[in-house]
């Protein structure tokens, strides 16, 4: 029996669907069933009966049958070829793109064929959510003895981002020693920074190459018309010499040198329609517009036909009968048009919908769909399959504006009256509702067949966006970046549409937010001089540009705002701080995502200073120093922040706090950046306690890179603690609510459990560390395989980090078998991944053995700062910790003392509400020292309170054990104080009153010794 090829292992990836089998490939399942894609092994297409074919001329100009080989573009080929074998990166991908019909497949089609014939494995994805998968896809994709792999991706400018990303993490391209090449077509470019954002840690090369319209010059275009002339003679059984043929060498019915024939498409229909023009002794159109409406009367004409009597005879003797009137037909095809192929159930309920508006006499949608099948079969084999669309794609466009009124070739192609009611029930726009899953292609369609056909525009597809914006939005990034680019979309509109964006990050939108935002900038900006108007609109252009991936044009759009922002500041001083606090922030986050250290410093340093300038505002402010970082902290005696506004100011200035922290550990300044951190923090409590729905995210991330930076210090109990408050904000705020930073939450699991395993000695006795780490890493890694549909870098080293620390924290349960197999895939993604980036740039400070001593002062009080507020939100687990770091703190003279005792009582209150006798016990002890501090200083305000208190917690004891004998002593002896205490102040009658109940108790109150001044 012979061993398995260990190659043919399978990883197939489901997270609550199913999945299909390859092997040599990854298959990513959707969560609600579906896979986002499938792979398919490129094969020719297979040879089509000459006779079917001549029937419908839309059959003969899809790329998909190949009627006239691959004529002319023979430089862009070349260039393809040169990009496949280039040697340098193993990966490269590129954006190959042009307008509808310019080419793109039979180009991709020609280069496969070649790729094949060098040896080169072709492997072509097809998208799935909205589209029916095909038949028999996936199988066997190992690439054993290939010179390399090519995968090409057809309408990728149609794939939402994150499923494009999912695809591009497919370990089908991630073959050590294996060129790979990833050819992705497309109509525009709107996507493809986001795609290059997207592969930035894969070590991908990549490149875009624009397939330019048909040169005008020279003999390019008569060569393709005269061959794709000949193929179409040929096909419709016109050929030279045939017996009963006429020659056909007809030359084209219309000048081929104008803009409309740069594209193949056109070319080709110009040759069809010679040729079936001159075969049906018909005259043939005389510009480009006649073409479409000469092809789409055929098409008329076909479905006509079959539905004859004689027709019906035809198709009854082969097995079929077709009925359908050619007007139900027409609402058939156009409704595939909109929708693309489907199940036919779902077909059946939408052919319902559309053919039982008047006039159209109701006609059994099952029937239809069968005779839609006549005319259009569905090119995969998957079985089910109904509304085949109208191809090529340009044609179709093509044929939704025709039927649509408005147009003005009326006279040659009446529009249908009946369309735009079809529109209205396919794009139901009544209220803001989940859309139907064929609302992008609509969408899609509709703009692309509105940029040549200007009736489009202004009589179907504004009108429609105006009732319902959100369709725009409901429809994708793709769909949104089309209507977006239309030259004439009215302003209004598209503010309409704008409003309608989620104002969070999302991976498929951005890229149609920065082509909207785009336009809409430019008219703002036109509308307006004044400077802080501009600079608003300025940020919104870098906020939408950075999450398309556009990083360069984002940060000059950053540095125009800190530009416009410093001018008004320097005409109005304080007016523009609070804004150039946040300005800065961002430029420092553009400068460190384009690899720019000492800039990135420089802007955290500016963001900070003009913090600083907040906080100075109030003179009767105190402030606390963060030496040579400037002081930052501005507090009142009743503890508020000074000179900040509205919680919102506090909380962008606190921020601003936390990136400058990070900008100066980062740099060597550990002393200064844990000040920063610390005071970061302070602030970031206060607003928490105020509004924790509002501010818990930002005290969340201020608490994550804290526990970093403790962990980094050796502070391992304290990085755990804080960390776990980084999950306790950041997670879903109710069950089964997503969390509102699905990443930042991951990356904060990931670390705690990181934490737990390496710092686990310095954890209380008795925790579970180990039950701990491997139930945060096993959410963390959850999250990630879902964040890698939507954001690439989980694809690398947020995912990679993750892995990593599941499989250590499978390791430590003892599971070692499963910990191999993670560690294994968290090695595959590592392959991928370019090397970090070079900081060696950053200035790095050198301390002296004093400022060395300034950082240790300065990470116990970050660490102390840790444990306060960990102390408030789990009480049990970190008060004790925290009352071990303020009691040497409590000991020393004066007010720092007193306030260190004041915090250790407090938060023994906070853990005696939990009930138990030894915390309740701890806290009547705290409540006599305090108040024996208190006397012992001469402070005696406060020392009768705190020490009833005491009695009353002793008493409460002392009655809950039913013993009376029981705490009789404690209850005794702070009786005594008390009395000692009166009897000191001169109050007599209250020593009086004390001793009477000191005497109920059965004991002498001489007993008590009197404290010591201090």
Known sequence: MSEPDPSARQHVTAEGGFAYGVVGADLHVYVDGPPSYVLEEWVPPPESDPEWLRELPSRLLSARHEIVPFTGRADELAELRTWRGAVGRRLAVRWLHGPGGQGKSRLAAAFARDSVAEGWKVVRAVHAPGNVLPGGAGGDLRAVGAAGVLLVVDYADHWPLPHLTWLLSNRLLYRPDLPTRVLLLARSTDQWPAVQAALHDSQAATSLQTLEPLRERGSERAEMFEAARDEFAACLGATPGAPGTTPVRVPSPVPLDGPDFGLTLAVHMAALVSVDAHLHGRRPPTDAAGLVTYLLNREQAHWARLHTQDAGRATAAAGRTYTTPPQVMNRAVFTAALTGTMHRGIGRIVVDRVTGTPPAAPHPAERVLADHSVCYPPSGSAPGVVLEPLLPDRLAEDFLALTLPGHCAQSVYPPSSWAPEVLGRLLTHGGERRPESWTPRALIFLAASAERWRHMRHAHLYPLLRRAPWLAVAAGGRALGAVSALDDIDMELLEAIEARLPRHEHPDLDPGRAVLVERLARHWLAHTDVPDQHAVVHNKLADALDGAGRYEEAYHSRVRVVELLERLEAERPGSQTPHLAGAYGDLFISHTRLGRPHEALEAAARAAHFARLLAEADPEARFAGLGPAGRFVGLEPDGRFAGLGPAGRQARWAIALCVYGQALVTAGRQADGYRAHAAALDVLVLLGEQDAEQHGNDLGQSLLNIGADLSDAGRGGAAVAATEGAVHLLGPRRAGDPPDH??????????????????????????????????????????????????????????????????????AKGRAAEARVIRTEADELRNRMRPPPDVSGVPRAHYHPRQALETIEAIDALETAVYRYMARIKAPVYTRRLVALLLPVAAREGATGLAARTEITDAYRRLAEGGLTRDRLDHAEALVELALHRWGMSHHTEVEERLRRAVGVYEDLMAAAGDPGSYRDDVVRTLGLLARFHEETG???????VRQQIRWHHLPWRWFIRPARR
């Open 742 to 811: 699905p990443g930042t939450y991951a990356l904060a699991l990931s670390n705690l459990a990181i934490f737990l395993l390496t710092w686990h000695h310095a954890l209380p006795v008795g925790t579970d560390w180990r039950k701990r780490a491997l139930d945060a890493s096993t959410r963390a890694v959850k999250i990630n395989r879902h964040r890698a549909e939507a954001n690439p870098d989980a694809l690398t080293p947020s995912l990679e980090q993750s892995l990593r620390a599941h499989a250590d924290a499978l390791k």
């Open 987 to 993: 109050a007599k009658e209250e020593a009086r009153a």
